[in-house]
């Protein structure tokens, strides 16, 4: 890998931790190994340890688990279309009718 290669993302850098992992690597290892070839771009020991700790704790999945709490909506032409096909009246109509 050249020192122009392209940023990774978190989870290939996850990846990365988890394959060290398995050979038997220390953080402080894998930490130092990671910067010297990714330099800027790669993670903070902080989450090279952290990672590697679940790794080590038997975690298998390199992506974030998930969040609680409402999930993301987006109103778009098409949702607010499809709503108005849905109740087969027009969007004034139902407002009147309450």
């Known amino acids: 890998m050249s020192a122009e290669s392209p940023n ?8 990365v931790i988890k394959y060290f992992v398995k050979k038997g690597k220390t953080p402080k290892e894998i ?14 020991n902080a989450m090279v340890k952290k990672w590697a700790r679940l790794f080590q704790q038997g975690r298998e999945s390199c992506e974030d688990d998930p969040r609680p709490g409402r999930p993301v909506t987006v109103v778009t032409e098409e949702n607010v279309e499809n709503r108005k096909i849905s109740t087969g009246r027009p969007k004034n109509k139902i407002m009147a009718d309450s």
């Open 8 to 15: 990774l993302s978190s989870i290939e850098h996850r990846a």
């Open 31 to 44: 930490f130092e190994d990671m910067v010297s070839v990714l330099q800027e771009s790669a993670p903070s």
